[in-house]
């Protein structure tokens, strides 16, 4: 947590530090600083024209944490964290918690692009922040966060501009999968409205498919109707088919790019196998990573293909060199694909 001596250096908390006590300016959970004082902080930078990296922080999936582990450990993840955002920013900016899951962070080094790019790449890498294992009690969630970014005075020169900017590429860390940073580049960024990114209307998108699906003839059409819908209301690199005979087909060129045995010890409870990284992939299927690596895909997400009598293969959700955390929402449309597809095969074998 902070304390006198690390605020002090600070020319903001050195002035009002001298007549108030600390502890009211800390967050009770997790000793950054509360949000009223980030904030300040960020307007007494803003009035002193001091140029700043800002960034919102959330936490992955926090709500599965609390509810697989408890919210003790939920509040052991929180306050570790917070500790390792301490330390990981030194002494080139603070650290403050907005709510929840989710921090305030100023980095007062650079507004470089590259040098932005390297500070948020280090705190995902090297056990530092994210991407790392918590030792909780009783148990060791994984931890990763979204960040969105922005700078002042070259991407905003007023607070409310900040916050939304980071806002908005928050927003679209979220959309692209999580567990990744985006930094605002005005060209990419400018025009997308917090809006567009919003969470899926999961009925408009099952209801939409449905349409895609029934609305082609063949299977090979159906498919390709419902991939081109999904590759972009779900951000996808591509989506594969294995068949039966265990071919691996990429949906979007029609090619036969593989071949795969028997994957069904890989599924879970649900039915589902879901992975962020390849080399993850490698240690849980050797045979399937080295199947999918020469494609590029880090992260894919699948099913299988089946009726109560008959399996018609599997059929998976891809990302090219992304890490991405596969959400509630994505599982539930690839389960609703594979039901269409299984259902009209069951109905009109002569595709199968």
């Known amino acids: 947590m902070y304390t006198y001596e690390m605020l002090k250096k600070y020319n903001y908390f050195n002035n009002v530090l001298s007549n108030d006590n600390i502890s009211n300016y800390l967050d009770s959970l997790t000793g950054v600083l509360q949000r009223k004082y980030i904030f300040k902080y960020i307007e007494n930078l803003m009035d002193n024209k001091t140029p700043f990296t800002m960034a919102i922080l959330d936490i992955d999936n926090f709500k599965f944490v609390n509810d697989k582990y408890g919210h003790k450990v939920g509040d052991e993840v929180l306050m570790q964290l917070a500790e390792?955002?301490?330390?990981?920013?030194?002494?080139?900016?603070?650290?403050?918690?907005?709510?929840?899951?989710?921090?305030?962070?100023?980095?007062?080094k650079s507004i470089d692009y590259s040098?932005?790019?390297?500070?948020?790449?280090?705190?995902?890498?090297?056990?530092?922040?994210?991407?790392?294992?918590?030792?909780?009690?009783?148990?060791?969630?994984?931890?990763t966060g979204t960040i969105g970014s922005a700078s002042y005075p070259v991407d905003g020169s007023s607070f409310n501009e900040m916050f939304d900017l980071c806002d908005k590429t928050l927003y679209r860390g979220k959309v692209k999968g999580r567990n990744c940073y985006i930094i605002y580049v005005e060209k990419k960024h400018k025009y997308i409205t917090v809006q567009e990114l919003a969470e899926l209307d999961?009925?408009?998108?099952?209801?939409?498919?449905?349409?895609?699906?029934?609305?082609?003839?063949?299977?090979?059409?159906?498919?390709?109707?419902?991939?081109?819908?999904?590759?972009?209301?779900?951000?996808?690199?591509?989506?594969?088919?294995?068949?039966?005979?265990?071919?691996?087909?990429?949906?979007?060129?029609?090619m036969a790019v593989g071949h795969l045995g028997n994957l069904d010890s890989l599924l879970d409870e649900d039915n589902m196998y879901s992975s962020s990284y390849i080399t993850n992939i490698k240690?849980?299927?050797?045979?399937?990573?080295?199947?999918?690596?020469?494609?590029?895909?880090?992260?894919?997400?699948?099913?299988?293909?089946?009726?109560?009598?008959?399996?018609?293969?599997?059929?998976?959700?891809?990302?090219?060199?992304?890490?991405?955390i596969w959400q509630p929402n994505?599982?539930?449309?690839?389960?609703?694909?594979?039901?269409?597809?299984?259902?009209?095969?069951?109905l009109h074998p002569e595709y199968v």
């Open 330 to 346: 994505d599982k539930a449309i690839l389960l609703y694909l594979s039901k269409l597809i299984a259902s009209f095969l069951e």
């Open 84 to 108: 390792n955002l301490i330390n990981y920013i030194g002494e080139e900016g603070l650290v403050g918690r907005y709510g929840g899951d989710e921090f305030i962070l100023i980095w007062t």
């Open 202 to 254: 999961i009925f408009q998108v099952l209801t939409t498919l449905t349409h895609k699906f029934y609305g082609a003839r063949g299977i090979k059409d159906k498919i390709r109707n419902s991939i081109i819908y999904l590759r972009a209301q779900l951000q996808l690199d591509n989506i594969y088919y294995i068949k039966k005979n265990g071919e691996l087909i990429d949906v979007n060129s029609q």
């Open 283 to 324: 240690q849980d299927s050797l045979e399937l990573g080295n199947a999918i690596e020469p494609y590029g895909l880090h992260s894919i997400l699948f099913t299988n293909i089946r009726t109560k009598e008959h399996k018609y293969g599997y059929i998976f959700f891809a990302l090219e060199r992304t890490a991405r």
């Open 115 to 143: 040098e932005i790019h390297n500070f948020y790449d280090g705190m995902c890498h090297n056990n530092t922040v994210f991407r790392k294992s918590y030792n909780c009690t009783d148990s060791t969630p994984f931890i």
